[in-house]
């Protein structure tokens, strides 16, 4: 595994990270403890240090999962960045809470589920900008970051986009950028990537698969379960990103190579960005992240 500093923080991260929205229960599949375990075991086999979570992937129910396995680990040997800003009430049913109480609770609540002292990154999750600039709850972060409670503070920037928030993350006291960057989604590059670069901010790659559909898996008229958050994309937009994502894998991907792990290299070989975290259900697409990463090392 290779590992490289996230910005401006003491974090050595390693360039693949795990994802864990699936833990949520919203990727089609109920995990139970003894699968996240076996995922999270894997992951440390090959070197992956990073974990990236939210208090919303579920009911606090994927920081559970996690704190549960690291309950019973090595604490130390782990990067744990987590998220504040939304309720969880169903499946891809969520209410926004960014107020300065609310995001405390949100705070103590991924403590308990996680199970530990203190976040190593806790982050601004999709909000939006007139949220973003309430200098109060940036204040009580601050505290709550010199009580010893998060490491690092993040922004997690909203799908739609948001160019004032990387513009002005430093000024809030942020350090580390998580945007949506993959082969489908060039946007970052104008957008995010040049404040990263001039400010020091550490760049996590979200999505960096396009949920899915850079693994080269889907065909044009894809259907996926309603349990399935993908169910709920705009149908035409999927359906035009799956038909430009068979053109890249023609056009761009080497004869015989994954494209999955082409995809992973791809954001990696951007100098703004430290790390990706791709999303995995099973231990073998643990491995199989790690070995685009090997590969890369390899030449």
Not at 148 to 165: D, N, P, T, V
Not at 200 to 218: E, I
Not at 270 to 281: D, E, F, L, M, Q
Request: hydrophobic content about 40%.
């Amino acid at each position: 595994m290779r590992y490289s500093r996230l910005g401006s923080t003491n974090l050595e991260v390693s360039v693949v990270g795990v994802g864990t929205w699936q833990f949520g229960g919203e990727w089609d599949h109920d995990f139970t403890q003894a699968e996240a375990d076996a995922i999270l075991d894997e992951a440390e086999a090959q070197g992956v240090n990073l974990i990236d979570t939210a208090e919303c992937y579920g009911d606090h129910l994927s920081e559970s999962l996690i704190g549960d396995y690291l309950g019973r680990r090595d604490r130390s040997r782990w990067i744990v960045a987590s998220k504040f800003g939304h309720r969880f009430h169903s499946f891809m049913n969520r209410t926004d809470d960014y107020s300065v109480d609310g995001v405390r609770l949100q705070l103590e609540g991924s403590l308990r589920a996680l199970r530990v002292d203190a976040i190593d990154i806790y982050q601004f999750h999709s909000g939006p900008d007139e949220l973003f600039r309430n200098e109060k709850l940036w204040r009580m972060l601050d505290e709550q970051k010199r009580g010893g409670k998060i490491g690092h503070l993040g922004i997690s920037i909203l799908g739609k986009g948001s160019e004032m928030q990387a513009r002005e993350a430093r000024s809030m006291g942020a350090e580390v950028l998580q945007v949506i960057y993959n082969r489908l989604d060039r946007r970052p590059e104008q957008m995010y990537f040049p404040y990263a670069l001039s400010d020091g901010l550490g760049v996590l790659a979200r999505v960096p698969l396009a949920s899915g559909l850079l693994t080269g898996k889907y065909a044009p008229g894809a259907e996926f379960a309603k349990s399935d958050f993908r169910s709920t994309l705009d149908a035409a937009k999927r359906e035009r990103d799956i038909a430009e994502a068979r053109r890249i894998q023609e056009a761009e991907v080497p004869a015989g190579e994954s494209m999955a792990q082409w995809a992973l290299r791809w954001c990696l070989k951007n100098p703004a960005v430290t790390a990706v975290i791709p999303g995995c259900k099973s231990p073998e697409q643990v491995r199989f992240n790690a070995a685009a990463v090997n590969e890369t090392a390899g030449g």
